[in-house]
């Protein structure tokens, strides 16, 4: 299986400040065929469901605002949050979908400085 | 738009069986996998098993052995048997679904669909606690 390492574990950012999550993949997620990274983020906040913020490592899903930005490529991928709003509180996951089992990393918990 | 309200039973004893069924609604039963994902304190977000309208199934290698799933596709419905749970199966199981979408291949000069996506829609989720 891929194993997904996410760094840090958690981060505390002040309020319009930027926010730099990262995810390391035990091997490469990018498929020559496409030049596509199979590996998406998403944001969970308690007591609800993880929900789907980027995918292709950088295509935003539709409604997420474009504070909200995905990088990288290969085996190691960012997630920037511009300006931390205080909405922006939530833990986010990585994901990799390039084969069977996907697996996700451990999570980083965002909060407020 | 594709939503999903899943239920079943929150307790159980060691060596019984969970049971969990998911309700799909707003959309079509076909073009999607559809997935059962838990989520415990240990272990983080798990991916368990995923089923297709046409009833093709993928699973985790480390459950497969205790784990069914299945779909009715005249109710819309997929669900999840795991038989043998023990305290390590407590957690929060969320149904969720992966659209299949056209991937282009250039060294064969097509799209072809493919299943193995992000999960772009879940349901709310089922505590599940395995208790003596």
């Known amino acids: 299986d891929i194993v997904m390492t996410q760094s840090p574990d958690s981060l505390a950012v002040s309020l319009g400040e930027r926010a730099t999550i990262s995810c390391r993949s035990s091997?490469?997620?990018?498929?020559?065929?496409?030049?596509?990274?199979?590996l998406a983020w998403y944001q969970q906040k308690p007591g609800q469901p993880p929900k789907l913020l980027i995918y292709?490592?950088?295509t935003r899903e539709s409604g997420v605002p474009d504070r909200f930005s995905g990088s990288g490529s290969g085996t190691d991928f960012t997630l920037t949050i511009s300006s931390l709003q205080a909405e922006d509180v939530a833990v986010y996951y990585c994901?990799?979908?390039?084969?069977?089992?996907?697996?996700f990393g451990q999570g980083t918990k965002l909060e407020i400085k | 738009q594709v939503q999903l309200q899943q239920w079943g039973a929150g307790l159980l004893k060691p060596s019984e069986t969970l049971s969990l069924t998911c309700a799909v609604s707003?959309?079509?039963?076909?073009?999607?996998?559809w997935s059962w994902v838990r989520q415990s304190p240990g272990k983080g977000l798990e991916w368990i098993a995923e089923i297709n309208h046409s009833g093709s199934t993928n699973h985790n290698a480390s459950l497969k052995s205790r784990v069914t799933i299945s779909r009715d596709t005249s109710k819309k419905q997929f669900s999840l048997k795991m038989t043998s749970v023990t305290a390590a199966d407590t957690a929060v199981y969320f149904c969720?679904?992966?659209?299949?979408?056209?991937?282009?291949?250039?060294?064969?000069?097509?799209?072809?669909?493919?299943?193995?996506?992000?999960?772009?829609?879940w349901g709310q989720g089922t505590l599940v606690t395995v208790s003596a």
């Open positions: 969720a679904a992966r659209k299949e979408v056209l991937v282009w291949f250039e060294e064969l000069g097509k799209e072809l669909p493919r299943g193995n996506n992000w999960f772009a829609i």
């Open positions: 994901q990799h979908y390039y084969n069977t089992p996907p697996t």
């Open positions: 091997q490469s997620l990018l498929y020559s065929s496409n030049d596509k990274n199979y």
């Open positions: 292709w490592a950088s």
């Open positions: 707003g959309g079509s039963f076909s073009g999607y996998y």
